[in-house]
């Protein structure tokens, strides 16, 4: 593959783009050129209340985030991987492949019920995931000591420690003068807002999967708890050109805990584009 072929990379609700870069350090030593623009919830000014579902994070790809010319290759974790997917399936002429990271793509049953709890009013109420955004911790003093605190955590058992710290760098800006210390860089806010306006939509995933014709890599942790083995079986049998594999010793959080292993994975993907 040229070196001056250009990957995108749509990073994960609450996931910053540096977080990901040994990641795209691996992407880069194998010879592309990796673009990773920061999504709607990172953009200054941005009200999170304004976003009702996800359709424009996949209208930000189409219309900010890819050159007009070309085919592009695109790479998505997680709401990344859902923002890139829904933009192939309305312009597919735009992408040359798409490579998906554990996508939030849930099985049509549970899309349903989801459903039934917005429209109860319930939707910030049954979220697992909300409670925990909007408590999580905004102020940090010494990046040294949240790292001894994370490599604690069970969540982060395989991450190598490089990774860790780049995930600690990426979620913690620093102050401006003359304050000190960092503040959390991606608002427990918006990360709130995307879990609830996720998944809702997805049933127009599901219809138009079976078109798909771009070329298409899914990535899965073997231990995830998002895009589980039976979804998998459910995506290859609507759609068999998907190539689907799964990561040992890998959770959602698989291009960060993994990245030389998903760097990869990709350029193999990718190189087979072109022979």
């Given at each position: 593959?040229?070196s001056?072929?250009?990957?995108?990379?749509?990073?994960?609700?609450?996931?910053?783009?540096?977080?990901?870069?040994p990641?795209?350090t691996?992407?880069?030593?194998?010879?592309?050129?990796?673009?990773?623009?920061?999504?709607?919830?990172?953009?200054?000014g941005?009200?999170?209340?304004?976003?009702?579902?996800?359709?424009?994070?996949?209208?930000?790809l189409?219309?900010?985030?890819?050159?007009?010319?070309?085919?592009?290759?695109?790479?998505?974790?997680?709401?990344?991987?859902?923002?890139?997917?829904?933009?192939?399936?309305?312009q597919?002429?735009?992408?040359?492949?798409?490579?998906?990271?554990d996508?939030?793509?849930?099985?049509?049953?549970?899309i349903?019920?989801?459903?039934?709890?917005?429209?109860?009013?319930?939707?910030?109420?049954v979220?697992?995931?909300?409670?925990g955004?909007?408590?999580?911790?905004?102020?940090?003093?010494?990046?040294?000591?949240?790292?001894?605190?994370?490599?604690?955590?069970?969540?982060?058992?395989?991450f190598?420690d490089?990774?860790?710290?780049?995930?600690?760098?990426?979620?913690?800006?620093?102050?401006?003068?003359?304050?000190?210390?960092?503040?959390?860089?991606?608002?427990?806010?918006?990360?709130?807002?995307?879990?609830?306006?996720g998944?809702?939509?997805?049933?127009?995933?599901?219809?138009?999967?079976?078109?798909?014709?771009?070329?298409?890599?899914?990535?899965?942790?073997?231990?995830?708890?998002?895009?589980l083995?039976?979804?998998?079986t459910?995506?290859?049998?609507?759609?068999?050109?998907?190539?689907?594999?799964?990561?040992?010793?890998?959770?959602?959080?698989?291009?960060l805990?993994?990245?030389?292993?998903?760097?990869?994975a990709?350029?193999?993907?990718?190189?087979?584009?072109?022979?």
């Open positions: 593959m040229p001056q072929t250009t990957l995108t990379f749509l990073h994960a609700n609450g996931y910053p783009p540096t977080c990901y870069q990641l795209l691996h992407l880069q030593q194998a010879g592309y050129s990796v673009h990773a623009p920061a999504q709607r919830p990172l953009w200054q941005e009200d999170p209340q304004t976003l009702q579902d996800w359709q424009p994070l996949s209208r930000d189409l219309e900010k985030h890819l050159p007009a010319a070309g085919e592009h290759i695109v790479i998505g974790h997680s709401v990344g991987a859902i923002a890139a997917l829904r933009a192939a399936l309305w597919p002429q735009r992408f040359r492949a798409l490579v998906l990271l996508p939030v793509l849930f099985p049509p049953g549970f349903l019920f989801w459903n039934f709890m917005r429209l109860l009013g319930l939707g910030y109420r979220h697992p995931l909300i409670p955004a909007l408590q999580r911790r905004r102020h940090f003093d010494d990046l040294e000591r949240i790292f001894r605190a994370y490599r604690r955590k069970k969540v982060f058992q395989y190598e490089a990774s860790l710290r780049a995930y600690i760098q990426g979620i913690a800006c620093p102050n401006p003068p003359p304050q000190t210390g960092y503040t959390l860089c991606y608002s427990p806010e918006w990360e709130a807002r995307i879990y609830f306006t998944v809702w939509r997805d049933l127009e995933l599901w219809w138009n999967l079976p078109r798909l014709r771009v070329p298409t890599l899914l990535l899965r942790g073997a231990e995830t708890d998002t895009f083995a039976p979804t998998a459910l995506v290859h049998w609507r759609n068999p050109h998907i190539r689907i594999q799964t990561l040992p010793q890998t959770t959602h959080l698989l291009p805990e993994q990245p030389a292993q998903v760097a990869q990709i350029a193999r993907f990718a190189g087979d584009l072109i022979q």
